[in-house]
């Protein structure tokens, strides 16, 4: 089985109902909701994937790719960013950070809705889990997602974010929080 899960395509199905639909957090894909497919693969020179039987550790890969993407970028507008995780590696256990420091607002996991976010600094994701978190990117700065404490090319998320404006988009500002919402709120 693991050798089908690691050749073919991860996705996921966004399931939303009335409750998730009306909550105060971004919900505008591709412009402050991003599904996040994380993957490492082992590839060829021609960038095929190579599978070798796992031994008592698994197999683990030495490229990451992100929604299939080498070296993955988005650019997202000023403020917060939700962000739905999916680790779809075979063996690898990831160690979720911002490169800067700043936090992350935990408000889903496999389970659903969280009764109120979690803040953390770093977020553990095992392969299969999934959690949707929310990152605060009013600044404006470039940041990475790095992967555990070292900074090889498997340990790092390159540049995803880079803020920009987008004059032709309008959040409704009753439905944008000034922090992290409580999940549960309305």
């Not at 109902?17 to 909701?33: A, C, R, T």
Request: net charge negative.
């Amino acid at each position: 089985m693991a050798k089908q899960v690691y050749n073919g395509l991860a996705g996921m199905w966004l399931v939303e109902d009335d409750v998730s639909k009306n909550l105060p957090i971004p919900n505008h894909y591709g412009v402050d909701d991003f599904p996040v497919i994380i993957q490492d693969k082992r590839l060829d020179n021609f960038g095929t994937p190579e599978y070798s039987e796992p031994g008592s550790g698994g197999f683990v890969g030495d490229t990451l790719l992100v929604n299939g993407v080498q070296g993955p970028f988005v650019e997202v507008s000023r403020g917060w960013v939700r962000l739905r995780l999916l680790n779809a590696s075979n063996s690898r256990r990831y160690q979720l950070q911002m490169s800067d420091g700043r936090l992350l607002h935990v408000i889903s996991g496999d389970q659903g809705l969280l009764p109120a976010p979690v803040s953390l600094k770093q977020l553990s994701l095992a392969p299969g889990e999934r959690r949707e978190i929310l990152v605060d990117m009013t600044n404006g700065d470039e940041v990475s997602i790095t992967c555990g404490e070292a900074a090889s090319i498997v340990d790092r998320i390159r540049g995803f974010f880079r803020t920009v404006e987008h004059p032709d988009f309008h959040a409704d500002s009753d439905a944008a929080p000034d922090g992290p919402a409580a999940a549960g709120d309305r």
